[in-house]
Each structure stands twice: as structure tokens, then as C-alpha cells.
């Protein structure tokens, strides 16, 4: 699951702060930018991020779209 790692979850809470590069997010990780660059395709794949390209870098947001979805699935456990 995209969010099962501390990583993301630290990606996740910092970009629902604002937008941000690869290089903003590294800066608070103890992993290299192309380790944040994996995490970062793990939540795209998952749909819970979305990039945008901006000259010759990318910048994340947080997709809400990603997120009705997950909590859409993650209701169905309290159904139950």
C-alpha cells in the first residue's frame, strides 16, 4: 500500500502543506532525491500525488481526487 511507509507518509503531509520539487521534499528526508523520486512514483501510480511540470522541474501537489478514492475503499471496512 502506497501510504504503508513513513516516507511517504512524510511526502504526503508535507505536500498537502503546498506544492513542492523533489529537492523541497528530500531536504526534510534522511534518503537521497532519487529515493524521494521512487516514493513520489509510488503515490503517482497510486494516484495520490500529481506532478506538473514547471520549466525543468516538476513540482507534486497532492491529488484530492487520489484521496476520495482511498477513503471510499477504506470505508467499506467500517461497514462492516
Do not use: C
Not at 1 to 7: E, L, T
Amino acid at each position: 500500500m502506497a501510504i504503508a511507509d513513513p516516507n511517504r507518509r512524510y511526502i504526503l503531509e508535507e505536500l498537502r502543506r503546498g506544492p513542492k520539487t523533489v529537492t523541497e521534499l528530500a531536504s526534510g528526508l534522511p534518503v537521497s532525491r532519487p529515493a524521494v523520486s521512487q516514493h513520489l512514483k509510488v503515490l503517482l501510480d497510486a494516484g495520490l500525488v500529481s506532478a506538473q511540470a514547471e520549466g525543468t522541474r516538476r513540482v507534486y501537489s497532492v491529488s484530492n481526487n487520489g484521496f476520495v478514492s482511498l477513503n471510499l475503499w477504506l470505508d467499506q471496512f467500517w461497514a462492516v
